[in-house]
């Protein structure tokens, strides 16, 4: 327990101090005087120094779950100390804040920020919110849990996010997963009229609870998040980007249905459990009276404003499909509405699905004044193909990063053509625009990054590389300051000769040819095991927040990993039990 050893000599002066001891002394000190208060200058530095201690590595994850667990357990005493040592403990005890509807937490945490007395608020900037039930309808649950012989375990219902939202006034970043913000949900009970002020009809409750967040930077809204149609979704958007500063607006699959009962497979076998336990088969949940219809005057006809501010556009579309909504083209087609659309400098497009590649392309290419980062990533070469036939980054005189998501160089396919082949005429559509003559100023590219599939090193080979030799050795790649291959998926193992072995073999792959060697080697190698992760990242997926608050998140996603691992072992361990 080395950092507990590091911290005792601070402590131990603490002690001393506070209960008016000296050094060579066994009771307290009768003083006259007032004893000595200890500088909170002092106090605040070592608290920093408990919590930005380093806890080892995320793979030896008993040393570093055991000293993040000491960590904490020492800022929660920090906190108790007294009142001037409360609001840097609290800093760092609730800058982050994970939630999951599956687990008391939720509760726990309404109950504290509905307090009257309470003022933590202030210290909540990243909240990551997941609504991990299989149905998001309050009516089913309300009937599901009076049933004495139907095991629940969820305390959460979706009425009660005006509750979970109200008061964050210093958020920065808000992650939502499966959250509904549909009006059936959110105004089926009292928690949304007394939160939210103007929470009426036609989602009004929802655009209301989202315009209560002046310093949110990041909204992230994944897996499914729902909303009663297209137009409500554009006017909760609109109105975070009307009330905050937002700059970055990350997407996954949308929901734009009023249809609030949700069913996924094993809530199915749920429900027929249920209907023969009554002798019923044909007995069902309780499904919501049917909703109003929608207000008039909702059509696209009038398109709200898009978030003014904006400078960062993802979507992360995975394996679910949109519903009510073509995601990526109806966003996109939203922002050109407006004579001045978003200065948007950073394009993100991963997992797509095949209707959502020339959209994405179509957008990229009207970015011509102010894109500088763009990453993309497709399930297949088809795909890939059918964008580069639609975008031309030749036009493109700010492009400065671009990151190629899932390369699989890890077994040979019958997918013609193979799956890295999109990446040589990207490439070379960046170069040409350094040759002509009428593209001032001149592009000068400082990143590209592979994110490749591999089951061992030698799988690099299929990367055509006397290709990118030919296409890195021209003007518009000559301050080129990386070149990144990233294994995602571990095949290059965690250890370091095996990377430095592939950095080499790479590093000699770019750099040939008298006058065409680099000063200095710009290959960076990456593993799934990599240290340092937050440090790594592409610039395409640096997010809008401080220094600071990217160091919290690193020091999270190490603890997540080792928390990880641990979990992953405990449950091998247990094998057994499933025999």
Known sequence: MRYIRSFFPYFHIITLTTIGLTSDCKAPVTMSSPSPTFPTELAEFIIDHVYWADCGPSFDYETHCSLASAKHRTLLACSLVSRAWLPRSRIHLFSIVNLNSSNDSITRFIDLVQNPTQTLTPYIRDLTFSDSRHWADPYAYDSIKKHSDFDIRETWHGRDLPLLLSGLSSLERLSLYNVSFQSAVLESGAGAGASVEGGGGGGGGAVALLSSFPCLKMLDLQSQCAFDSKEHFFECISAVG??????????????????????????????????????????????????????????????????????????????????????????????????????????????????????????????????????????????????????????????????????????????????????????????????????????????????????????????????????????????????????????????????????????????????????????????????????????????????????????????????????????????????
């Open 242 to 579: 009307r009330s905050s500063v937002l700059e970055d607006l990350s997407l996954g699959p949308i929901e734009c249905t009023r249809n609030t009962f949700k069913l996924t497979v094993e809530s199915r076998v749920r429900q027929k459990r249920m209907a023969k336990s009554k002798g019923d088969s044909e007995w069902a949940y309780p499904r919501p009276p049917t909703p109003l219809a929608p207000s008039p005057g909702t059509s696209l006809d009038v398109w709200p404003p898009p978030p003014i501010h904006l400078k960062s556009l993802r979507f992360q579309m995975g394996h679910a499909e949109s519903l009510g909504i073509n995601l990526i083209e109806d966003v996109t087609k939203w922002f050109s509405s407006i004579d001045s659309p978003p200065n948007v400098q950073t394009v993100y497009g991963e997992s797509l699905w095949d209707e959502q590649v020339v959209p994405l392309a179509s957008y990229v290419q009207a970015l011509t004044g102010s894109l500088r980062r763009l990453g993309i990533g497709f399930f297949s070469s088809a795909q890939a193909a059918e964008f580069t036939r639609n975008v031309d980054l030749s036009k493109h005189q700010h492009l400065e990063s671009i990151k190629f998501q899932f390369i699989d160089l890890n077994s040979p396919s019958l997918d013609v053509p193979h799956s890295a082949d999109h990446i040589y005429p990207l490439l070379d559509q960046i170069a040409s625009s350094s040759s002509s003559p009428s593209a001032l100023p001149s592009k000068k590219m400082k990143e590209i990054w592979l994110h490749v599939r591999i089951n061992q090193p030698e799988d690099l080979n299929l990367l055509n590389w006397e290709e990118l030799r030919r296409i890195l050795h021209k003007e518009a790649f000559r301050d080129l300051e990386r070149f990144v291959v990233e294994d995602g998926f571990n095949g290059l193992s965690k250890d370091k000769d095996t990377v430095e072995e592939t950095k080499k073999f790479i590093d000699e792959c770019l750099r040939v040819g008298p006058g065409k060697e680099r000063s200095r080697s710009i290959v960076q190698v990456y593993t799934k095991e990599s240290e340092d992760h937050m440090d790594m990242q592409a610039e395409v997926d640096k997010r809008a927040v401080s220094e600071d608050m990217r160091a919290r998140w690193k020091m999270r996603n190490a603890f997540d990993q080792a928390q990880a691992k641990k979990d992953e072992e405990e449950f091998n361990a247990g094998d057994f039990l499933f025999a």
